[in-house]
């Protein structure tokens, strides 16, 4: 039987009419939660992405501030921006864009953004707080977005044995340890790891974040497993261009018990949960108590 397609477009829709009210509930307390976006350079796929991040913000009933610098802009510029958002009232997440130009040290500007306001979830302060299970923590968005499209299918994910493969920073290393959360027993694998497929194979539960087109394969899946697929890949295909991602999509539907597609998939989900961390942000830096 073919898998059941985890929709995240009509998921993350439905997440963002609900946090619309709740900003409108938030209003109340006559703040409005607000996102600045820092991007740096001309790259169109993130200059894309900071268009539909802006236009969904104001959907929401946020204030969005765009921030836009020239590739060749210092480490010091930007140290100095992120320094005035801090300290500005009226922005409660702030968002540097990645990629950034090799010049700057991503690490070192990232540490600088406040952890109050790091709604990326990528300060160390807020990496420990997962790791630590604190409920103040800033969780970044693409794991929280797998978790949510995992538990549209399974709402208790106790005792599955989860694979995450990838261990980056901003995708595996926060979904390890939200898995972890959930009860799960985790395996993260990565580019030094003997046999994926056959870890793959044991696996209820498998997230690919790699950056490796259509890496896992129909014959690595056991039949009924959940099956998340992070990775985005822009190919080229008649006359245009079509998008893929971590997972060869056709084989695994006709063993998986759940698939996320791509496009349509946790892409939506990231944006979503983008802005939910902006008005837990909000919230948390006005001690006001979930609405
Ligand atoms: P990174 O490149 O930072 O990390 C990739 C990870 O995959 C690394 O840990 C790497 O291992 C591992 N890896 C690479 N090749 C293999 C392999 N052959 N076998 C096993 N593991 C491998 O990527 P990100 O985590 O930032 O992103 C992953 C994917 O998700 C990308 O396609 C990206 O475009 C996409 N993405 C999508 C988002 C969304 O909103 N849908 C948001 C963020 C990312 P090692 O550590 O050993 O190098």
Not at 136 to 157: F, N
């Amino acid at each position: 039987m073919a898998a059941r397609i985890i929709d995240g477009k009509t998921t993350a829709a439905g997440l963002l009419a609900e946090l619309k009210e709740k900003v409108e509930a938030f209003g109340k307390t006559g703040r409005t939660p607000g996102l600045a976006v820092v991007l740096v350079g001309n790259d169109p796929a993130s200059a894309v992405y900071v268009r539909a991040k802006a236009r969904q913000t104001v959907e929401a009933g946020m204030r969005s501030f765009e921030h836009r610098l020239p590739e060749d802009v210092s480490q010091d510029q930007l140290m100095r921006l992120v320094e005035t958002l801090n300290h500005d009232f009226a922005v409660d997440g702030i968002l540097v864009q990645l990629p950034l130009p090799p010049h700057i040290d991503a690490a070192a500007l990232l540490s600088a953004v406040d952890p109050a306001k790091d709604v990326d979830g990528f300060h160390p302060i807020n990496a420990g707080r997962l790791a630590t299970g604190d409920a103040r923590a800033l969780t970044p968005c693409t794991p929280l977005g797998c978790i949510h499209l995992l538990k549209c299918v399974e709402a208790d994910l106790t005792g599955a044995h989860a694979l995450v493969i990838g261990r980056s920073n901003i995708v595996g290393k926060p979904l390890g340890q939200l898995l972890l959360g959930e009860n799960c027993t985790v395996t993260i694998a990565h580019s030094r790891t003997r046999d994926v497929a056959e870890l793959c194979r044991a696996a209820d539960i498998v997230i690919a974040a790699t950056g490796q087109p259509e890496m896992v394969r129909g014959d690595w899946i056991k039949r009924g497993a959940l099956v998340i697929d992070v990775g985005i890949h822009r190919i080229a295909a008649n006359n245009g261009h079509r998008v893929i991602g971590d997972v060869a999509f056709d084989e695994v539907r006709d063993r998986a018990g759940a698939i996320t597609p791509v496009p349509g998939g946790v892409g939506p989900m990231t944006i979503a949960y983008l802005l939910q961390n902006t008005l837990k942000a909000a919230r948390q830096r006005s001690g006001v108590a979930a609405i």
